[in-house]
């Protein structure tokens, strides 16, 4: 039905940089907001960007400055530039899809670990 692929976690130390995508596949007629997502051990997920199909943005107060969220209509694809990142941005990413209110599909999570 909807399938979401995200690609780009890795290892990378402080202040570097890393970026994020995310595809999704299959069923989708129209999108409302896509978005990314964290995990960090010992704490619940929470919200990192948005972006809705209008192009407006929201951005975590932890990150806003150092990341960008972007997408291409074309591909179905949400991206998440990263830059400046700091060891407490260590979490696993997933990303969200909403094709309307009501209804969220999910990536399996993709890992960004931040460490020397």
């Known amino acids: 039905q909807v399938q979401l692929v995200e690609s780009g976690g890795g290892l990378v130390q402080p202040g570097g940089s890393l970026t994020l995508s995310c595809a999704a596949s299959?069923?989708?007629?129209?999108?409302?907001?896509m978005g990314w997502y964290r995990q960090a051990p010992g704490k619940q997920r929470e919200l990192v960007a948005t972006i809705t199909s209008g192009g407006v943005t929201n951005y975590a107060d932890s990150v806003k400055g150092r990341f960008t969220i972007s997408k291409d209509n074309g591909k179905n694809a949400v991206y998440l530039q990263m830059n400046i990142l700091k060891p407490e941005d260590t979490a696993l990413y997933y990303c969200n899809v909403r094709p309307y209110i009501g209804i969220d599909y999910w990536g399996k999570g993709t890992l960004v670990t931040v460490s020397s």
């Open positions: 299959g069923n989708i007629f129209s999108i409302n907001a």
